[in-house]
């Protein structure tokens, strides 16, 4: 089974504070991403990346940037977190074009 | 812009009970997955559908991919406390098929 693993469950961190977040599959998958998730707003894709050092911007990018410097590896940074970033964040990752995507289990984020 | 519609955007019923929920797109389906995320962890695929006038059955749940491919159900028969969870559906983006649009989801719980 394909597994994505996100470093943290659960994070708090202060308003300025540059936050990383960890993301890392063993499938060989081309594809990876960052949603965030919220009551009533659904799934709303952040950044996805789909190969080595390449990004694209989902529909919410503002105050995020990501990284993929090793094909296994994603990551989510907030360069100054704010109180509106208090979210889950979910990685994923998926093989192609289509393919059902393969999440990890969020990382909860509380900004104060 | 695809729009993925769900509803209802909550049901709670009891055990035993029979359940239907429901997405509809803007747009012609090029195929469509169902995703069930259970608390505390990250969506799950369950299904692809991807002909017109399609039916999969997994156990209790059975999809059906509307003929015209522009809406989808997913039929819950004597649902029970484990069904509980959000039920998530999700298309390839017409413009990049590498990324999924995901409705808001209907969240369901399943009373003993």
């Known amino acids: 089974d394909v597994k994505v693993t996100q470093s943290s469950r659960y994070l708090v961190k202060r308003t300025g504070e540059k936050v990383f977040l960890e993301c890392v599959q063993d499938m060989d998958h081309e594809n990876m991403f960052w949603y965030r998730q919220d009551p009533g707003l659904g799934l709303r894709l952040i950044y996805f990346s789909y190969d080595v050092k390449m990004k694209e911007k989902g529909d919410i990018p503002e105050g995020y940037s990501v990284s993929r410097e090793k094909k296994e590896r994603f990551s989510l940074i907030l360069e100054s977190a704010s109180t509106n970033q208090t979210s889950m964040y979910l990685c994923?990752?998926?093989w192609g074009v289509g393919s059902p995507l393969h999440f990890g289990n969020g990382t909860r984020l509380t900004v104060t | 812009t695809q729009l993925l519609e769900q509803s209802p955007q909550f049901l709670s019923i009891q055990e035993g009970e029979n359940l239907t929920v429901y997405c509809n797109s803007s747009?012609?389906?090029?195929?469509l997955q169902w995703y069930r995320q259970e608390p505390g962890e990250g969506p799950v695929l369950l299904v692809t559908v991807v002909t017109g006038g399609e039916v999969k059955k997994l156990k209790r749940l059975t999809f059906q991919f509307g003929d015209a491919r522009k809406d989808s159900s997913l039929h819950i028969t004597a649902a029970q406390p484990g069904d509980t969870g959000l039920y998530l559906c999700?298309?390839?983006?017409?413009?990049?098929?590498?990324?999924?649009?995901f409705g808001g989801g209907t969240r369901l719980m399943v009373k003993p």
């Open positions: 999700a298309e390839p983006n017409n413009n990049a098929g590498n990324m999924l649009t």
């Open positions: 994923a990752s998926s």
């Open positions: 747009s012609v389906f090029s195929s």
